[in-house]
C-alpha cells in the first residue's frame, strides 16, 4: 500500500524556521519526482516546490523562493521542506505529492505561524 | 505563469444531474491539464490526468476533456458523495499552477 506521511508541522513565532518531512512506502521513491503543496485555511490550493528524482532539480513559487528548501534522501524514503524566516501567510496545511500528476498526496501537516 | 480560471466557482446540483466545470488556461498548455477531487477535512484526490485519461478507481462518471486553452470536467448523473471542491492544475511549465477551485454542493 502506497503511504505518505508528513510530520513537523507546529506552531511558530513569525521569523522561525521549521523543517517538514514526508515519508513515503509502498513504491520505489526514488523512481519518482515530489512535490509540495499547501492549502491556507478555508483557501485553495498552491504549489509550494518541485524537487527531481536525483535531486538534481528544484524549483519554487515565487511566495516562497529564497527562504524554503526543498530536499530529499533517497536512501531513507523521505523528502523534506527547510522553512525559514516564516511569514504569518505561510500558515497552512502542506502536503507532500508524488510526480508531475500529483498523485497521491499525504494526509498533511498544519503549520501555524503566529506570534 | 500560466493561469488557470474555473468556472462556475460554485454549484448547487441535485442527484442524477450532469455537472460541467471548465477550466481556462491563460496560454496554450496542450494536454497537461489535471483534475482533482477534495471532500471535507481530506486530501486531493486525483480524477483525471492529462485532460481525459482515466485513473483507476474513480467512478465512470468523471470524464475529462479540452487541449491547448479551454478544458472540461463532466460529472455524469451526479452522486450525493460527489460533494465537493474541484481543482484544476497545469504540469506544462514551473510554477506549477491550480483554479481557484469549484464547489459543488448537493441539493
Known amino acids: 500500500e502506497v503511504q505518505l506521511v508528513e510530520s513537523g508541522g507546529g506552531l511558530v513565532q513569525p521569523g522561525g524556521s521549521l523543517r517538514l518531512s514526508c515519508a513515503v512506502s509502498?513504491?520505489?521513491?526514488?523512481?519518482?519526482?515530489m512535490n509540495w503543496v499547501r492549502q491556507a485555511p478555508g483557501k485553495g490550493l498552491e504549489w509550494v516546490s518541485y524537487?527531481?528524482?536525483?535531486?538534481?532539480?528544484?524549483y519554487y513559487a515565487d511566495s516562497v523562493k529564497g527562504r524554503f528548501t526543498i530536499s530529499r534522501d533517497n536512501g531513507k524514503n523521505s523528502l523534506y521542506l527547510q522553512m525559514n524566516s516564516l511569514r504569518d501567510e505561510d500558515t497552512a496545511v502542506y502536503y507532500c505529492?508524488?510526480?508531475?500528476?500529483?498523485?497521491?498526496w499525504g494526509q498533511g501537516t498544519l503549520v501555524t505561524v503566529s506570534s | 505563469e500560466v493561469v488557470l480560471t474555473q468556472s462556475p466557482d460554485f454549484q448547487s446540483v441535485t442527484p442524477k444531474d450532469k455537472v460541467t466545470i471548465t477550466c481556462r488556461a491563460s496560454?496554450?498548455?496542450?494536454?497537461?491539464l489535471h483534475w482533482y477531487q477534495q471532500k471535507p477535512d481530506q486530501s486531493p484526490k486525483l480524477l483525471i490526468k492529462?485532460?481525459?485519461q482515466s485513473i483507476s478507481g474513480v467512478p465512470s462518471r468523471f470524464s475529462g476533456s479540452g487541449s491547448g486553452t479551454d478544458f472540461t470536467l463532466t460529472i455524469n448523473s451526479l452522486e450525493a458523495e460527489d460533494a465537493a471542491v474541484y481543482y484544476c492544475?497545469?504540469?506544462?511549465?514551473?510554477?506549477?499552477?491550480f483554479g481557484q477551485g469549484t464547489k459543488v454542493e448537493i441539493k
Open positions: 492544475h497545469q504540469s506544462s511549465s514551473f510554477p506549477r499552477t
Open positions: 524537487i527531481s528524482r536525483s535531486s538534481s532539480v528544484t
Open positions: 505529492a508524488v510526480d508531475t500528476i500529483l498523485e497521491p
Open positions: 509502498g513504491f520505489t521513491f526514488s523512481d519518482y519526482s
Open positions: 492529462y485532460a481525459s
Open positions: 496560454q496554450s498548455i496542450g494536454s497537461t
